[in-house]
């Protein structure tokens, strides 16, 4: 779940199409999971999360789905904006949000008009 | 959701000074946290401020060069010890429990060291 490098992968999409973020989680103990979106400049800014006892949730134009099984969790968004042009992170930890989180490398995400 | 600040939100500084760097949240929260976040990478957690007592702090990361204050439920302090070049860093706060329902960001503090 540490950083792993200084070149972000990068998922470059065309504005009104869906997007679909991934990332692989790191402990099988994990049982609460977050996105957060990081705008240039800007500190991380929650998106949704779920609990392990879920293998879906919704939110508005977002969807995240976790793979226990394979440890597997994405993010996908529908209708994609220029707006949503930025950094995506997945956190995992256990023990609920009141616990340190493990942070994913990250995602750039980059919509093109 | 929570309304968090970080003072200040930029610095530039000198190699071998110390900054301090201050969290405030709206509301009474738990649990409060410091991340370092280096150029374009991840976040990593440097401690857990705890509320009357010494914080938690990750492997890697020491008191003397991170030391943190939390006097009380809604503010806390992180400083940077003799910095050096690679201790440039964005800083960012976070904070959970209380009112909160998840784990929340403030908007991070940029350190450059020259």
């Known amino acids: 779940g540490e950083s792993v490098g200084l070149h972000l992968p990068t998922l470059s999409v065309q504005e009104g199409d869906n997007s679909i973020i991934n990332c692989a989680y790191s402990n099988s103990a994990s049982d609460y999971f977050i996105w957060y979106k990081q705008e240039s400049g800007k500190g991380p800014q929650f998106i949704i999360d779920i609990r392990s006892n879920m293998d879906k949730r919704q939110g508005q134009r977002v969807t995240v789905l976790l793979n226990k099984t394979v440890k597997h969790l994405s993010l996908q968004i529908a209708a994609t904006q220029p707006g949503d042009s930025a950094v995506y992170f997945c956190?995992?930890?256990?023990?609920?949000?009141?616990?340190?989180?493990?942070f994913g490398t990250g995602t750039l995400l980059a919509v093109q008009p | 959701s929570a309304v968090i600040s970080q003072k200040p939100s930029r610095d530039i500084c000198q190699r071998g000074t110390s900054l301090t760097i201050q969290c405030q949240v709206d509301?009474?929260?738990?649990?409060m946290f410091w991340y370092r976040q280096q150029p374009g990478q991840s976040l990593t957690l440097i401690a857990t401020?705890?509320?009357?007592?010494?914080?938690?702090?990750e492997s890697g990361f020491v008191i003397d060069k991170f030391p943190i204050s939390r006097p009380n439920l809604t503010f806390s302090t992180l400083t940077v010890s003799n910095m050096s070049p690679e201790d440039s860093s964005i800083y960012l706060c976070?904070?959970?429990?209380?009112?909160?329902?998840?784990?929340?960001f403030g908007p991070g503090t940029r350190l450059t060291v020259l």
């Open positions: 509301s009474q929260v738990t649990m």
């Open positions: 401020a705890n509320q009357g007592s010494e914080a938690t702090y």
């Open positions: 976070s904070v959970a429990g209380g009112y909160t329902d998840t784990q929340y």
């Open positions: 956190a995992e930890t256990s023990g609920g949000a009141t616990n340190k989180l493990i």
